[in-house]
């Protein structure tokens, strides 16, 4: 068969937007963050990663206030505005954004394209007082088919769950945009780069996948945030950032997304996907590992 | 209730034996790793972890060469030279070694205590030409308990599921020691660590766990090994290491197992272990993520 690399796709660029939403300030913050997508498109991004709860900001006080910045997905004025950028710049979004259903908040990330709302994804593992006003997330990992490739979405904490990046690439996740607000972590060392990026890199190379990490700077309330926004390929090393663990940025990657698919055979017997001993995982899960030891 | 740190167990010391085992040359290669372990055991190492097939080198050219190579596990020569010199030095051995039962061979590494022989643990990933010699693992991740703490074992290609490394944070290992060979791949950008250190700090944090890789060096018949074995702490920062990439050495880290099972409540919230949503992960597992997307 002839090798015709190139022909079925493009290489793309990937923008991560590292920023600093105010809590509260829900109005200026999509106002700031439409006016980032623009700029990342206006240099030629085709996908936008934004940070987690980049609409309403992350330290709530009550439940109260979360619920007033909360929003329905599709049909509220955030996802509207997104949808309306996505359509004007010819872009792929994925953004983070506090979710109301109901009486029911999750801290969830919205994908977006061109043509519109593609689908959404909900945070599976809350961390800390999120636990105090959102729900855990009830849609697993789903992956959204785009032409520009198969995209899956975590946000912050579950990244510590290589559960949830395995469960991805098992679906075919080409690229995996992590809207996040990464805090500060007891152990850092503070001459390398954050432990969150690590845990990119080592999910992006044991996955064969693209990672794409939008993350905030700033204070809330007395809780800082690290910045480091971070775009690894699926080798496993960093293709743009970090990004500066203080200031709002843009980082910008340029990757050929079916890279991914292409490259997982390592050599003549080994597929990091398939070598998977699913077998010896399934029954140890369902006899031997669950008591509580840990 | 009391707090008595520290009355409960000790510091000790870990050792990581870089060494450069011969293809072929069993002799010399266990009366080397003799050597280094009394050498290791006189610094006051009281766990060493020697590299993968440390007794028989790792190319081999032939199945029979592979069969003559692979030893009975407990009754071989070389597990009953490494019982002795556990036994000798008080100290506790983890040794990457070619077993064979009946007409079956395994790549595997023997877990020794100064009374003796303790448990095996059979690589469950094999890597490229080691599928014409050896059979898969077929003894799960099992976890040994022992006077120092819960140590459980994976071989190189091992490193790259992570699901090895949770099956055996899950049944509560203190340490995940790692006999391997690693080898060069491709896109390792020459500047910073191997990514299989990225790999075993990665799980080391996302698991709260110490890591103790030992790795060999030299080339085999024109494969080279890459060295940097390394020893990670519960945090995922190294504690000792990365060694050289081309000179056999011993690497020492001191650590106080226990403090892996003492630091996981990172929060009021969060404890990394049981924040796994097994009710996503095995639902997805059983319905959608296994066609063959990938």
């Known amino acids: 068969m002839a090798k015709n690399k190139g022909r079925h796709e493009a290489e793309i660029r990937i923008a991560c937007i590292q920023m600093e939403p105010k809590v509260g300030r829900k109005k200026a913050n999509v106002a700031k963050s439409l006016e980032l997508l623009g700029k990342a498109a206006g240099r030629g991004a085709k996908l936008a990663v ?35 950028a996505a359509a004007e710049h010819d872009l792929h979004i ?11 908040l999750f801290n969830s990330a919205v994908v977006i394209g061109p043509e ?10 809350l961390w800390n007082e999120e636990n105090l006003f959102f729900e855990p997330g009830n849609l697993g990992f789903p992956v959204f088919h785009t032409p520009i490739g198969r995209i899956g979405a975590m946000i912050c904490y579950d990244g510590w769950f290589p559960e ?20 500060p972590i007891p152990g850092q060392d503070s001459k390398r780069e954050a432990m969150a990026n690590i845990l990119c890199m080592a999910a992006a190379h044991s996955n064969s996948v693209f990672v794409a990490a939008a ?22 090393w960093p293709i743009a950032g970090p990004a500066s663990s203080k200031e709002e940025e843009i980082i910008y990657a ?14 003549e017997y080994n597929q990091v996907l398939r070598d998977r001993r699913s077998d010896v995982y399934d029954e140890m899960l369902g006899t031997g590992t669950k008591p509580g030891w840990y």
């Open 254 to 267: 340029d990757a050929n997304l079916s890279d991914a698919r292409r490259s997982r055979n390592w050599n």
């Open 164 to 183: 949830g990046y395995r469960l991805l690439a098992l679906q075919g996740a080409d690229l995996i945009c992590v809207p996040t607000n990464w805090v």
């Open 94 to 104: 994925v953004a983070g954004i506090a979710e109301r259903e109901g009486q029911t």
């Open 116 to 125: 519109g709302y593609i689908g959404t994804f909900r945070k599976v593992h």
């Open 50 to 84: 934004l940070p987690e709860l980049a609409n309403s900001g992350y330290v709530f006080e009550t439940r109260e206030e979360a619920f007033d910045l909360a929003e329905k997905i599709p049909s509220g004025p955030t996802t509207q505005a997104w949808c309306a």
């Open 215 to 236: 993350d905030r700077v700033g204070r809330e309330r007395g809780q800082p945030f690290i910045g480091q926004s971070v775009i690894v390929s699926y080798t496993g």
